[in-house]
């Protein structure tokens, strides 16, 4: 059973969100600000959904705390306030998707379990535990790709942080070595068929992996995309 973490401080919208996620089979834990949130960063459930504006510690600080905890922690942002800015600034803090107030209760539903799926496979979200049994590893020189741990590591074995849209992008190149992956095919994967935005988002992606990852064999095709070189 997932276990979804959800910050909201409106009482009326966290009960309704909260039951529309239980239905799923989920357990969910509501949070009524983001002070209360803190000290249960560190039990690191499957999803955390944040509201923004919150009394308190804000969103955008609860959000560098469970990132500063684990790197590649699944989180949803939702907000009322200025939809571009908003997006933008969960983007580079590494939110993995981001609702804009007011929303059906059941987009949230929808998006939540695209993202689980998306994170733990799609054979999870069914039955997560048993799916914990299958391990699939990955290699691109010098590197260790556990998909099943979301782990990275290098040729000296040390554990590589990165974001959960981060560990996504490498695991979506490894798997189509040699081909030419243009923006939209890797935006559309990776952010999903209903994300509204500049693709340049994937070019800002790429070089944060690339800056964690220096010896990636990744090619850049001017106009086009990327291209995962093969060994």
């Known amino acids: 059973m997932y276990q979804i973490y959800l910050v909201e401080d409106e009482e009326h919208l966290s009960g309704v969100l909260a039951a529309y996620l239980a239905k799923e089979g989920w357990q969910v834990r509501a949070f009524p600000d983001g002070t209360s949130a803190q000290s249960a960063i560190r039990e690191r459930p499957d999803l955390w959904v944040l509201d923004i504006m919150l009394p308190g510690v804000d969103g955008y600080q609860l959000m560098r705390e469970i990132k500063a905890d684990q790197p590649s922690q699944p989180v949803i942002f939702i907000s009322a306030r200025d939809a571009d800015i908003d997006r933008i600034i969960g983007l580079e803090l590494g939110s993995d998707d981001y609702l804009s107030k007011p929303f059906l209760p059941r987009e949230l539903v929808i998006r939540s379990r695209k993202?689980?799926?998306?994170?733990?496979?799609?054979?999870?979200?069914?039955?997560?535990?048993?799916?914990?049994?299958?391990?699939?590893?990955?290699?691109?020189?010098?590197?260790?790709?556990?998909?099943?741990?979301?782990?990275?590591?290098?040729?000296?074995g040390t554990k590589l942080e990165l974001t959960s849209k981060e560990f996504d992008l490498l695991v979506y190149l490894v798997n189509h070595p040699g081909q030419l992956l243009e923006r939209?095919?890797?935006?559309?994967?990776?952010?999903?068929?209903?994300?509204?935005?500049?693709?340049?988002?994937?070019?800002?992606?790429?070089?944060?992996?690339?800056?964690?990852?220096?010896?990636?064999?990744?090619?850049?095709?001017?106009?086009?995309?990327?291209?995962?070189?093969?060994?």
Do not use: C, H
């Open 115 to 156: 993202l689980l799926e998306r994170v733990y496979g799609g054979a999870a979200a069914l039955n997560p535990a048993g799916s914990q049994e299958r391990r699939s590893k990955l290699t691109s020189a010098p590197y260790l790709i556990d998909e099943r741990a979301r782990i990275v590591t290098d040729g000296d």
């Open 184 to 231: 939209e095919q890797v935006l559309t994967s990776i952010w999903g068929m209903d994300y509204y935005g500049s693709d340049r988002v994937v070019d800002d992606l790429v070089r944060r992996l690339r800056r964690k990852l220096p010896e990636l064999r990744l090619e850049t095709v001017y106009g086009f995309g990327y291209r995962m070189v093969q060994a």
